[in-house]
T-cell receptor, first 113, second 111 residues
């Protein structure tokens, strides 16, 4: 069974640019969650989608947005990039309920210059 | 948001030693999950504990859920270099759908 796939694995951008990250969940998983991981803050929840609807949103500015497609694939977009956006962005899929185990991809490492 | 406190933050030990890491909160949880994240990879689920007082063993790893379901511990016996990684605990929210994660314990096991 294929795992969660995130693309690209590495990305370098400059301040002010925007970026789109992609996540393909495990087949049959309808919930996709996004997290930002930094050494100082740990794993911080960005948002969660289920059947193309955003069900939950973390405490991030509006520059961070996402969407989910009918095949459960998800994208997240960050506009007007700031130096502080440098982080590992992790996507996780699950069957759907809040207490279900999360299956993580290996992340996209975003570096802002 | 329910806060999960993990301790210690960092741990460096030699191969063969035993260790325990902790995950504590003031909130009661319906269940708690433990993940391990190796460098360059995403977290991988190790175990889910559900019942207060529950003990689960995974080879040399022993997980315990507190009787009051507010805390959990992970004990590793005879640590090996392959145990190196970031150990994260996570719990479902009282409402909503997003898991809450602790900041993790970073473990380094040297030969």
């Amino acid at each position: 069974k294929a795992g969660v796939t995130q693309t690209p694995r590495y990305l370098i951008k400059t301040r002010g640019q925007q970026v789109t990250l992609s996540c393909s969940p495990i087949s049959g998983h309808r919930s996709v969650s996004w997290y930002q991981q930094t050494p100082g803050q740990g794993l911080q929840f960005l948002f969660e989608y289920f059947s193309e609807t955003q069900r939950n949103k973390g405490n991030f500015p509006g520059r961070f947005s996402g969407r989910q497609f009918s095949n459960s694939r998800s994208e997240m977009n960050v506009s007007t990039l700031e130096l502080g956006d440098s982080a590992l962005y992790l996507c996780a899929s699950s069957l759907g309920a809040g207490n279900q185990p999360q299956h993580f991809g290996d992340g996209t490492r975003l570096s802002i210059l | 948001t329910q806060l999960l406190e993990q301790s210690p933050q960092f741990l460096s030990i030699q191969e063969g030693e035993n260790l325990t890491v902790y995950c504590n909160s003031s909130s009661v949880f319906s269940s708690l999950q433990w993940y391990r994240q190796e460098p360059g990879e995403g977290p991988v689920l190790l175990v889910t504990v559900v019942t207060g007082g529950e003990v689960k063993k995974l080879k040399r790893l022993t997980f315990q859920f507190g009787d009051a379901r507010k805390d959990s511990s992970l004990h590793i016996t005879a640590a090996q270099p392959g145990d190196t990684g970031l150990y994260l605990c996570a719990a479902p929210p009282s409402s909503g759908y997003a898991l809450n994660f602790g900041k993790g314990t970073s473990l380094l096991v040297t030969p």
